[in-house]
């Protein structure tokens, strides 16, 4: 259980912030505490890379601060823990956060009517945005084609249906 | 005797727990923690009964078997890692109608299409 907490941690840091997350992420459980510039010296990233990072696993409560006064020179020191306890729900916010995304691209892809020109980067249309312009594609000048978005409902659905399960058993 | 079968209850359980909505097969199980088949069921049934698992009769091989699936599962990533909403720096202002949606997110889209 342990084990995997931890490899679920180091995914969830890998996510969040890349390669160097996980650095950080790694040297924070090893020491229980650090500063940026204890951080920066053990894992060689540069000092703004770590603050940019340490913000963005804060803004998903992965990582916490805290202000410690030095008995000695009395300044205060910035510190950085894991937050390690709120991992389990950390991932559950996150599927639920992801199943109302998806839900409402569902009900986007289920209410319209796609088209397409045949440049497939060019993208899709809404009927609305293909009437506006004809149905010539505004980017290349291709006539638009009706896009069967079926499938992409049927995998939605699916989807959601999956997360929805999944959220009501863990 | 109460410690091993407690050690044995645990060790099954997380086993379940690990094997998510798919549930692993009674049969499989102990084989894989090296139990006897009684032993096994008497630790399945307990399961089944403190409502920790859902025990469905299936056919397996010519022979009935039972599937065993936690109610609590543990938390995992996996069914979620590669959709590109995950962790998104964007995420909370994301939202219908916002100049940053789902319904219009090229991130999304892009992943939609490779999917279907």
Known sequence: MVLMDESLLYKVALKIGGDEAVKIVGELKKRGKATEEELAKTTGIRLNEIRKILIRLHNFSLVTSENVQDPQSGWLIFYWRLQEDQLQSIIKAQKRRILEKLKARLEFEKTHDFFFCNDKHCGRYTFEEAVENFFRCPQCGGTLQHFDNSKIIEFLEKKVESLKEELEHE | ?116
């Open chain 2, 1 to 116: 005797m109460t410690r091993k079968h407690n050690n044995l209850e645990y060790k099954v359980l997380q086993i379940i727990k690990e094997s998510g909505s798919q549930g692993i097969l009674q049969s499989q199980l102990w084989k894989r923690i090296g139990a006897t088949s009684r032993e096994g069921s008497r630790v399945s049934l307990k399961l089944e009964k403190a409502g920790l698992i859902e025990r469905i009769r299936e056919l397996h091989d010519g022979k009935w078997t039972y599937k065993l699936i936690a109610k609590k599962r543990v938390v995992t990533l996996d069914s979620v890692m590669d959709i590109p909403c995950i962790f998104c720096l964007q995420q909370d202002r994301c939202d219908v109608g916002s100049n940053i949606s789902p319904t219009t997110c090229k991130r999304l889209s892009e992943w939609l299409e490779k999917q279907s």
